[in-house]
Nanobody, 129 residues
Framework: QVRLVESGGGLVQPGGSLRLSCAAH????????IGWFRQAPGKEREGVSC????????SYTDSVKGRFAISWDSARNTVDLQLNNLKLEDTAIYYC??????????????????????WGEGTLVTVSL
């Protein structure tokens, strides 16, 4: 059974840090990219970051550049998102998603949900005073 599992969310103060992990299980074929997305209450889901497993390309939305970093952890077989210098507006449920289509140029500039066919259930990040 194909599944993605996020972990690492929690409650932090502004300026604090968290490290989120996305573990992929049960894929019959290789996946080509992992994206991180977030959705705050009452707002649309937005792309946060993406990493392409074929060419190593990474993408970030403007609001997190310089603060967040996405990486592969080969030892744990996860894709991690390091969240630094967290702001109140970073509060959201964070989701990871996997892209498995060989013809899509994942993470090519925008953090897009196009071609992201598998999604986890999310982990909550709350930034609060």
């Amino acid at each position: 059974q194909v599944r993605l599992v996020e972990s690492g969310g929690g409650l932090v103060q502004p300026g604090g840090s968290l490290r989120l992990s996305c573990a992929a299980h049960g894929f019959p074929l290789n996946y080509y990219a992992i994206g991180w997305f977030r959705q705050a209450p009452g707002k649309e889901r937005e792309g946060v970051s993406c990493i392409n497993n074929k060419d190593g390309r990474t993408s970030y939305t403007d609001s997190v550049k310089g603060r967040f970093a996405i990486s592969w952890d080969s030892a744990r077989n996860t894709v991690d998102l390091q969240l630094n210098n967290l702001k109140l507006e970073d509060t959201a449920i964070y989701y990871c998603a996997a892209g498995t289509r060989p013809t899509i140029a994942y993470c090519s500039g925008n953090v897009s949900s196009r071609g992201m066919d598998y999604w986890g259930e999310g982990t909550l990040v709350t930034v609060s005073l």
